[in-house]
Every structure is written in C-alpha cells, then in structure tokens.
Nanobody, 117 residues
Framework: VQLQASGGGLVQAGGSLNLSCSAAGNIFSINTMGWYRQGPGKQRELVAIITTGGTPIRYADSVKGRFTISRDNTKNTAYLQMNSLKPEDTAVYFC???????????WGQGTQVTVSS
C-alpha cells in the first residue's frame, strides 16, 4: 500500500485547509487510517484516527471541535478538514494506515501546514 498526502500550504490563523491521503496498491488490507503531525522541535503526535467504516475514533484534545477526519472508501482516500487553524497547528502532517492481517502501520510522506499569526 502506498499513501500520498496532499493539501498542505500556508494559511492565516483562523483559516481552513483540507488534507487528503490517497491510498494505492493492496487497499483491501487497510484497516484504520489516521493523521499525525510533527511540529518544529516537537515529537510526532496523533491528530485523528478513523475506522474502516468511516467512524472517527480518536482526536487529539488540541484539535477537538476544529478538525474533522473522514474517509471515502470509494476513492480510497482519507481527509482531514482543519478549521480555525492556529499558529500552533504548524507542522508536517503525515497520513498513516494500519493494515491487516499483519497490523503493520504504513506511512505516507508528509505535507507541510504553516499557519501564520
């Protein structure tokens, strides 16, 4: 499975961005999908996870009420709608997919999100 993230960019505080993560290859092995981020000088942290059926099961406290994860299995794509962006949301955002039966987590390349104050 290959994951391709896109949609990052530069936005002013209070603005919105919608990230996409497209999967290709053995898509039938994909279980949950998610987004992580790594800000400057920070450790990588979980942002959100969504089940195979499209149910969000986890959000970081810092993004609850502002970010929404979704998934379109007909397009093999997961999304992260980010609203009310803050400068502290600045990070490289990575998409990930958990695969079955191995349980292995796969990672896409990151997409940079920069929020100016």
């Amino acid at each position: 499975v290959q994951l391709q993230a896109s949609g990052g960019g530069l936005v002013q505080a209070g603005g919105s961005l919608n990230l996409s993560c497209s999967a290709a290859g053995n898509i039938f092995s994909i279980n949950t999908m998610g987004w992580y981020r790594q800000g400057p000088g920070k450790q990588r942290e979980l942002v959100a996870i969504i089940t195979t059926g499209g149910t969000p099961i986890r959000y970081a406290d810092s993004v609850k009420g502002r970010f929404t994860i979704s998934r379109d299995n007909t397009k093999n794509t997961a999304y992260l709608q980010m609203n009310s962006l803050k400068p502290e949301d600045t990070a490289v955002y990575f998409c990930t997919a958990n695969t079955l039966p191995s349980g292995r987590d796969l990672w896409g390349q990151g997409t940079q999100v920069t929020v100016s104050s």
